[in-house]
Protein backbone atom coordinates (compact mmCIF):
# COMPACT_ATOMS: atom_id res chain seq x y z
CA UNK A 1 0.00 0.00 0.00
CA UNK A 2 1.14 3.48 -0.28
CA UNK A 3 1.09 4.65 3.35
CA UNK A 4 0.79 2.76 6.91
CA UNK A 5 -2.82 1.98 7.50
CA UNK A 6 -4.37 1.07 10.48
CA UNK A 7 -7.61 -0.85 11.57
CA UNK A 8 -9.63 -0.24 12.91
CA UNK A 9 -9.83 3.81 12.84
CA UNK A 10 -12.28 3.99 16.29
CA UNK A 11 -12.92 1.47 18.85
CA UNK A 12 -15.29 1.86 21.80
CA UNK A 13 -14.30 -0.38 24.69
CA UNK A 14 -16.36 -1.36 28.09
CA UNK A 15 -13.92 -1.86 30.59
CA UNK A 16 -12.55 -4.75 31.10
CA UNK A 17 -13.24 -5.96 27.40
CA UNK A 18 -9.69 -6.51 25.28
CA UNK A 19 -8.97 -5.14 22.00
CA UNK A 20 -7.02 -5.76 19.23
CA UNK A 21 -5.62 -2.78 17.04
CA UNK A 22 -3.89 -3.61 13.84
CA UNK A 23 -1.09 -2.01 11.82
CA UNK A 24 0.07 -2.42 8.21
CA UNK A 25 3.29 -0.87 7.58
CA UNK A 26 4.77 0.02 4.30
CA UNK A 27 5.82 -2.50 2.34
CA UNK A 28 9.75 -3.94 2.96
CA UNK A 29 9.84 -1.23 5.81
CA UNK A 30 12.16 -3.29 8.35
CA UNK A 31 10.97 -0.90 11.86
CA UNK A 32 7.79 -0.44 13.27
CA UNK A 33 6.52 1.38 16.17
CA UNK A 34 3.98 1.77 17.88
CA UNK A 35 2.93 5.52 19.81
CA UNK A 36 0.31 6.46 22.55
CA UNK A 37 -0.69 9.76 22.23
CA UNK A 38 -3.57 11.25 24.74
CA UNK A 39 -5.33 14.05 23.93
CA UNK A 40 -3.45 17.33 23.78
CA UNK A 41 -0.42 15.85 24.25
CA UNK A 42 2.73 14.36 22.32
CA UNK A 43 2.78 10.91 21.31
CA UNK A 44 4.53 8.40 24.11
CA UNK A 45 6.91 5.65 22.75
CA UNK A 46 5.12 1.84 23.45
CA UNK A 47 7.57 -0.66 21.65
CA UNK A 48 9.35 -1.07 18.81
CA UNK A 49 10.29 -4.31 16.08
CA UNK A 50 12.93 -4.90 13.73
CA UNK A 51 11.65 -7.02 11.34
CA UNK A 52 9.71 -9.92 13.46
CA UNK A 53 12.21 -9.28 16.64
CA UNK A 54 10.55 -7.33 19.53
CA UNK A 55 13.68 -4.91 20.88
CA UNK A 56 12.01 -2.63 22.90
CA UNK A 57 9.14 -2.40 24.80
CA UNK A 58 10.09 -0.43 27.96
CA UNK A 59 6.98 2.00 26.78
CA UNK A 60 4.78 -0.86 27.40
CA UNK A 61 2.41 0.90 30.28
CA UNK A 62 1.65 -2.80 32.25
CA UNK A 63 1.34 -5.96 31.33
CA UNK A 64 -1.76 -5.83 30.23
CA UNK A 65 -0.31 -4.22 26.95
CA UNK A 66 0.88 -6.78 24.41
CA UNK A 67 2.49 -6.19 20.73
CA UNK A 68 3.82 -9.03 18.27
CA UNK A 69 5.07 -8.30 14.50
CA UNK A 70 5.09 -12.62 14.00
CA UNK A 71 6.36 -12.28 10.37
CA UNK A 72 8.09 -9.25 10.17
CA UNK A 73 5.31 -7.42 8.30
CA UNK A 74 1.36 -6.59 10.07
CA UNK A 75 1.83 -5.99 13.75
CA UNK A 76 -1.00 -6.31 16.24
CA UNK A 77 -1.07 -4.48 19.47
CA UNK A 78 -3.12 -5.73 22.01
CA UNK A 79 -4.20 -4.42 25.32
CA UNK A 80 -6.30 -6.94 27.94
CA UNK A 81 -9.10 -6.00 30.60
CA UNK A 82 -9.07 -2.39 29.06
CA UNK A 83 -9.23 0.50 31.73
CA UNK A 84 -10.64 3.52 31.40
CA UNK A 85 -7.18 4.96 31.18
CA UNK A 86 -5.81 3.13 28.33
CA UNK A 87 -8.26 5.94 26.12
CA UNK A 88 -6.11 7.43 23.60
CA UNK A 89 -5.11 7.74 19.99
CA UNK A 90 -2.57 4.93 19.30
CA UNK A 91 -0.34 5.65 16.42
CA UNK A 92 1.96 3.11 14.55
CA UNK A 93 4.87 4.32 12.52
CA UNK A 94 7.20 2.11 10.17
CA UNK A 95 10.99 3.44 8.61
CA UNK A 96 13.03 2.19 6.36
CA UNK A 97 16.16 1.83 8.23
CA UNK A 98 16.92 1.36 11.68
CA UNK A 99 19.15 5.09 11.97
CA UNK A 100 18.77 8.61 11.02
CA UNK A 101 15.83 7.85 9.35
CA UNK A 102 12.15 9.56 8.97
CA UNK A 103 9.09 7.52 10.35
CA UNK A 104 5.71 7.20 8.44
CA UNK A 105 2.65 7.37 10.70
CA UNK A 106 -0.85 6.01 10.16
CA UNK A 107 -3.68 7.91 10.89
CA UNK A 108 -4.17 6.09 14.16
CA UNK A 109 -6.59 3.91 15.99
CA UNK A 110 -8.73 6.48 18.19
CA UNK A 111 -9.78 3.88 21.67
CA UNK A 112 -11.99 5.13 24.25
CA UNK A 113 -13.12 2.87 27.09
CA UNK A 114 -16.55 3.11 28.90
CA UNK B 1 8.62 10.41 29.64
CA UNK B 2 8.67 13.16 27.30
CA UNK B 3 12.05 14.71 26.36
CA UNK B 4 11.33 17.51 24.70
CA UNK B 5 9.52 21.18 25.75
CA UNK B 6 8.11 23.12 22.80
CA UNK B 7 7.59 26.81 23.06
CA UNK B 8 5.26 28.51 22.70
CA UNK B 9 2.35 25.73 23.43
CA UNK B 10 0.34 27.93 21.41
CA UNK B 11 0.73 30.36 18.57
CA UNK B 12 -1.83 32.59 16.20
CA UNK B 13 -0.58 34.61 13.49
CA UNK B 14 -1.72 35.68 10.43
CA UNK B 15 -1.62 34.83 6.40
CA UNK B 16 1.83 35.62 5.25
CA UNK B 17 3.92 36.03 8.43
CA UNK B 18 6.46 33.78 9.67
CA UNK B 19 6.23 31.31 12.57
CA UNK B 20 9.03 30.05 14.70
CA UNK B 21 8.75 27.11 17.16
CA UNK B 22 11.29 26.79 19.19
CA UNK B 23 12.57 22.53 21.32
CA UNK B 24 14.41 22.09 24.18
CA UNK B 25 15.30 18.86 24.65
CA UNK B 26 17.65 16.65 27.35
CA UNK B 27 20.05 13.88 26.48
CA UNK B 28 22.74 13.59 23.11
CA UNK B 29 21.30 12.92 20.27
CA UNK B 30 21.33 10.99 16.63
CA UNK B 31 19.17 13.65 14.82
CA UNK B 32 16.28 15.43 15.45
CA UNK B 33 13.05 15.69 13.45
CA UNK B 34 10.06 17.65 13.30
CA UNK B 35 6.08 16.46 12.50
CA UNK B 36 2.66 18.49 11.99
CA UNK B 37 -0.16 16.71 12.58
CA UNK B 38 -3.16 17.82 11.25
CA UNK B 39 -6.41 17.66 14.24
CA UNK B 40 -7.04 13.49 14.12
CA UNK B 41 -4.86 12.98 11.94
CA UNK B 42 -1.45 11.24 12.19
CA UNK B 43 2.06 12.66 11.80
CA UNK B 44 3.57 14.04 9.01
CA UNK B 45 7.26 14.39 8.33
CA UNK B 46 9.20 17.64 7.77
CA UNK B 47 12.43 17.11 8.02
CA UNK B 48 15.26 15.49 10.16
CA UNK B 49 18.66 17.29 11.14
CA UNK B 50 21.37 15.08 12.09
CA UNK B 51 23.49 15.87 15.11
CA UNK B 52 26.43 16.78 13.11
CA UNK B 53 24.16 19.66 11.14
CA UNK B 54 23.54 23.25 12.40
CA UNK B 55 20.91 24.41 9.87
CA UNK B 56 18.73 22.92 7.39
CA UNK B 57 15.68 24.03 4.87
CA UNK B 58 13.30 22.53 2.63
CA UNK B 59 10.72 24.94 0.72
CA UNK B 60 9.27 27.83 3.46
CA UNK B 61 10.69 25.40 6.43
CA UNK B 62 14.27 26.46 8.18
CA UNK B 63 15.54 24.45 11.01
CA UNK B 64 18.22 24.95 12.91
CA UNK B 65 19.73 22.66 15.83
CA UNK B 66 22.54 23.79 18.50
CA UNK B 67 23.56 20.90 20.42
CA UNK B 68 25.37 22.88 22.75
CA UNK B 69 22.25 24.57 23.98
CA UNK B 70 20.48 21.09 23.02
CA UNK B 71 18.01 23.49 21.56
CA UNK B 72 16.32 23.32 17.73
CA UNK B 73 13.75 26.13 15.86
CA UNK B 74 11.28 25.60 13.38
CA UNK B 75 10.94 28.62 11.20
CA UNK B 76 7.86 28.78 8.94
CA UNK B 77 7.94 31.52 6.09
CA UNK B 78 5.50 32.95 4.61
CA UNK B 79 2.51 31.16 6.39
CA UNK B 80 -0.54 30.06 4.96
CA UNK B 81 -3.93 28.83 6.46
CA UNK B 82 -3.23 25.41 5.37
CA UNK B 83 -0.27 25.23 7.74
CA UNK B 84 -2.59 25.40 10.83
CA UNK B 85 -1.75 22.30 12.52
CA UNK B 86 0.27 20.62 15.65
CA UNK B 87 4.22 20.94 15.51
CA UNK B 88 6.06 18.13 16.96
CA UNK B 89 9.48 17.60 17.95
CA UNK B 90 11.31 14.37 18.34
CA UNK B 91 14.72 13.27 18.74
CA UNK B 92 15.98 10.37 17.95
CA UNK B 93 18.45 9.35 21.05
CA UNK B 94 21.68 8.86 21.14
CA UNK B 95 21.72 5.93 23.64
CA UNK B 96 18.96 4.44 21.23
CA UNK B 97 19.00 1.39 19.20
CA UNK B 98 16.46 1.60 16.15
CA UNK B 99 15.56 4.64 16.03
CA UNK B 100 12.48 5.22 18.61
CA UNK B 101 11.47 9.34 19.12
CA UNK B 102 11.20 10.66 22.04
CA UNK B 103 8.41 13.77 21.28
CA UNK B 104 7.81 17.30 22.70
CA UNK B 105 3.73 18.87 23.91
CA UNK B 106 3.98 20.36 20.65
CA UNK B 107 3.18 23.92 19.39
CA UNK B 108 -0.33 24.43 18.42
CA UNK B 109 0.07 26.79 15.46
CA UNK B 110 -2.65 28.89 13.98
CA UNK B 111 -2.63 30.69 10.95
CA UNK B 112 -5.46 33.24 10.30
CA UNK B 113 -6.81 34.21 6.60
Known amino acids: GAGVSQSPRYKVAKRGQDVALRCDPI?????LFWYQQALGQGPEFLTYFQNEAQLDKSGLPSDRFFAERPEGSVSTLKIQRTQQEDSAVYLCASSQRFLNTEAFFGQGTRLTVV | SQQGEEDPQALSIQEGENATMNCSYK?????LQWYRQNSGRGLVHLIL?????REKHSGRLRVTLDTSKKSSSLLITASRAADTASYFCATDAFYNQGGKLIFGQGTELSVKP
Open chain 2, 27 to 31: TSINN
Open chain 2, 49 to 53: IRSNE
Open chain 1, 27 to 31: SGHVS
